[in-house]
């Protein structure tokens, strides 16, 4: 079946390292795979996305490329801040019968200090 | 405009009592989704609404929750009784189409059965 795996957090970073947050995923045919953010005390927001293969979505200076021959979806920023602080979602979409759901992996927390 | 709105943030209960967890979604928006994330595993897709009608429910765990959505507005999760394993964060989330991907979501409300 469809599902996504993320690397196991905590993350903790100091402001200004560069950051990746490892994501894979096994799919039937060609999911759309996307980055989901809950900053505290906040709902899920997107964050990016990336519908086929080789596509990069960028959004707050974080980049994820959609990786068809590895299965991966790893998510990158250059330069943390302490605002980036948050639990971040890897996802696919599936097809179901009235349209799609999202399959989320477990998340993983990153924690930025100055 | 007002984004999905869930109530309450926070619940605790006890093992064996019954908790409604409220959603309103964004005004206009047809399709409304529950998500589950019990502590330190996936986000789960529980149902989906178009409208009043329930869509997809491939996801509710057992005959313990009932979802509905009387006149296609607001929508009501009731978890009747309650187990431990229950507790988690869920969330609610509204779209115009029938894709997860293009919902906004609300900041979820916590549930903790003791």
């Known amino acids: 079946g469809n599902s996504v795996t993320q690397m196991e957090g905590p993350v903790t970073l100091s402001e200004e390292a560069f950051l990746t947050i490892n994501c894979t995923y096994t799919a039937t045919g060609y999911p759309s795979l996307f980055w989901y953010v809950q900053y505290p005390g906040e709902g899920l927001q997107l964050l990016l996305k990336a519908t086929k293969a080789d596509d990069k979505g960028s959004n707050k200076g974080f980049e994820a490329t959609y990786r068809k021959e590895t299965t991966s979806f790893h998510l990158e920023k250059g330069s943390v801040q302490v605002s980036d602080s948050a639990v971040y979602f890897c996802?696919?979409?599936?097809?179901?019968?009235?349209?799609?759901?999202?399959?989320f992996g477990k998340g993983t927390t990153l924690s930025v200090s100055s | 405009e007002a984004g999905v709105t869930q109530f309450p943030s926070h619940s605790v209960i006890e093992k064996g009592q019954t908790v409604t967890l409220r959603c309103d979604p964004i005004?206009?928006?047809?399709?409304l989704y529950w998500y589950r994330r019990v502590m330190g595993k996936e986000i789960k897709f529980l149902l989906h609404?178009?409208?009043?009608?329930?869509?997809?429910e491939s996801g509710m765990p057992n005959n313990r929750f009932l979802a509905e959505r009387t006149g296609g507005t607001y929508s009501t999760l009731k978890v009747q009784p309650a187990e431990l394993e229950d507790s988690g964060v869920y969330f609610c989330?509204?779209?115009?189409?029938?894709?997860?991907?293009?919902?906004?979501f609300g900041q979820g409300t916590r549930l903790t059965v003791v």
């Open positions: 989330a509204s779209s115009t189409r029938a894709r997860s991907a293009e919902a906004f």
């Open positions: 005004s206009g928006h047809d399709n």
């Open positions: 996802a696919l979409t599936r097809a179901n019968q009235a349209g799609t759901a999202l399959i």
């Open positions: 609404f178009v409208k009043e009608s329930k869509q997809d």
